[in-house]
């Protein structure tokens, strides 16, 4: 990664369902949910990491801080 920042969600679009299909990042860029996966196992996404669910699939979560602000779940919508 080069000496610049990374950017960070600042916000999410979630479906009908509430499940998080887009993030919407600190630089201006909207990504889907994969794309945001991709990004963040790179280090391209600050705060956010992949992570192995119960249910065996490759989900994305905020790094835990005690924090709950920032969890994705509780991000703004847009």
């Known amino acids: ?3 610049e920042q990374a ?8 479906n009908g369902d509430g499940d998080i299909i887009k993030l919407k ?9 994969l794309v945001a996966q ?5 280090g391209l996404i600050e705060h956010v990491q ?7 699939g490759k ?5 835990p801080d005690g924090d709950p602000s920032n969890n994705l ?4 919508l847009f």
């Not at 950017?7 to 979630?14: C, T």
């Open 73 to 76: 779940d509780n991000m703004p």
């Open 1 to 3: 990664m080069s000496n």
């Open 38 to 42: 991709r990004l963040a196992s790179e």
């Open 25 to 33: 990042l600190s630089d201006g860029n909207e990504v889907d949910y």
């Open 50 to 56: 992949v992570f192995t669910g119960k249910d065996g």
């Open 7 to 14: 950017p960070h969600v600042i916000a999410v679009r979630k």
């Open 59 to 63: 989900h994305l979560r905020s790094i």
